[in-house]
């Protein structure tokens, strides 16, 4: 008989999900329940809430039952923000307990702070005490308009396969569309709905099993460079 990992199969990409601005981790892993079970069961999901309790009406109140909670704090502009730091030490920590982490999942400020992240780890900003981000899924994502922060996030392509939501009526769109400048070989997913997590159409569900087939395959090799080096020492 063969060892459990030989039965069990190839570990599964792992994401770190962050979840939108006074929502939850709980309230995510819910939306997400649109999407397909063949495409859920290919990921291992793990769905913290954020830091800080939420300090205002939440939009999602009546829909979803609270608590809610926050990433960080931002001004009218969202150029200026509060308790940033904190919050990028909160993530460094959500990974060194449930990793290893392969990826991020973000939606809304989630998925701004996520497609930030691996520009900041690259230049020794953030994430020092983690492995390095593999893999980014986006839903309704857009830049940091801060120009320090964005600067020191966008300023070199970040090359890590990404998977991008863009819905045609979600107010994010056209920031949506201006991240994609900063990746390399972005997969883009168009859908007709709003600010939301969208269900999967069949063109959608071809490029979502496509990506993960990719990033898959990616995890798989590398454990099996890291049980060749092993077997070596």
């Known amino acids: 008989m063969g060892s459990e990992a030989e039965i069990q199969g190839p570990r599964k990409p792992r994401f770190l999900c962050l979840h939108g ?20 069961d290919q990921l291992d ?5 954020a830091p800080f309790d ?7 109140e009546g829909i979803f039952d609270p608590p809610y909670y926050e990433w960080f704090q931002f001004n009218k502009e969202f150029t200026d ?54 893999f980014l899924i986006i839903i ?5 308009k801060n ?19 863009l819905g ?9 569309t201006d991240l994609l400048k900063s990746f390399a070989d972005p997969v883009v997913i168009h859908h007709p709905k709003g600010h ?9 569900l071809e490029s979502m099993l496509s990506f993960l087939e990719k990033i898959q395959k990616e995890v798989t090799n590398q454990e099996g460079q890291e049980k060749c080096l092993e077997e070596a020492l």
């Open 196 to 204: 939301t997590i969208p269900r999967l159409d069949e063109k959608g």
């Open 54 to 60: 939420c300090n205002g009406k939440s939009e999602v």
């Open 147 to 165: 120009e320090a922060l964005a600067e020191k996030a966008y300023s070199n392509t970040i090359s890590i396969p990404s998977l991008h939501f």
């Open 81 to 134: 923000y509060t308790n940033f730091d904190e919050c990028l030490e909160y993530i460094q920590e959500c990974m060194i307990k449930h990793g290893p982490i392969d990826g991020l999942l973000g939606f809304s400020q989630g998925s701004i702070l996520s497609a930030a992240l691996p520009g900041l780890q690259a230049k020794g900003l953030a994430l020092m005490k983690v492995p390095k981000i593999k």
């Open 21 to 40: 601005f006074r929502t939850s981790g709980h309230i995510l892993k819910t939306q997400l329940q649109k999407w397909p079970q063949n495409v859920l």
């Open 45 to 49: 999901l793990v769905f913290p809430d």
């Open 168 to 176: 045609e009526n979600d107010f994010l769109k056209p920031h949506g």
């Open 140 to 144: 309704s994502g857009a830049k940091f």
